[in-house]
């Protein structure tokens, strides 16, 4: 990733640009657990500037919840990863986010999964994807 020096940059001055996201939120008994992501991508002709945001929240009405955000940047990707987690006894709620941005590429993947113990477990995932086309 090449960042652009001096002024901001403004989206009318972006050759290109794209945006991604997801979320997810899972629940089951009193636990609860949420979490999401974005990142944007401007690409201009001095090269391009990425932004990414990742959050988590997690509850419990008498049991555990822990939420734990990470952003890693290197000249070659921006990734943000947020995982949430609540407990109570058998009963559980978890949400996990991946957002990148890496090239061309911006990707935001969410899977979510609620359990009561004696019932199935209720899953879900959403996934966002962009690719900026090359000039």
Do not use: Y
């Not at 636990?31 to 944007?40: E, F, K, R």
Request: charged share 15%.
């Amino acid at each position: 990733m090449a960042s652009v020096a001096g002024a901001p940059v403004l989206a009318q001055d972006c050759n290109l640009a794209g945006t991604v996201g997801s979320g997810g939120s899972a629940a089951a008994g009193g636990t609860s657990a949420s979490t999401l992501g974005t990142a944007g991508a401007c690409q201009t002709d001095h090269g391009t500037t990425a932004s990414i945001g990742s959050a988590g929240s997690a509850a419990a009405a008498d049991g555990k919840a822990k939420s734990q955000t990470r952003i890693n940047e290197n000249p070659n990707h921006l990734k943000g990863q947020s995982k949430a987690q609540a407990m109570d006894q058998g009963t559980f709620s978890k949400s996990q986010t991946k957002t990148r941005v890496q090239g061309d590429e911006l990707q935001s993947k969410t899977r979510t999964m609620s359990h009561v113990p004696g019932e199935k477990p209720v899953k879900s995932t959403t996934d966002s994807n962009v690719v900026l086309p090359r000039k």
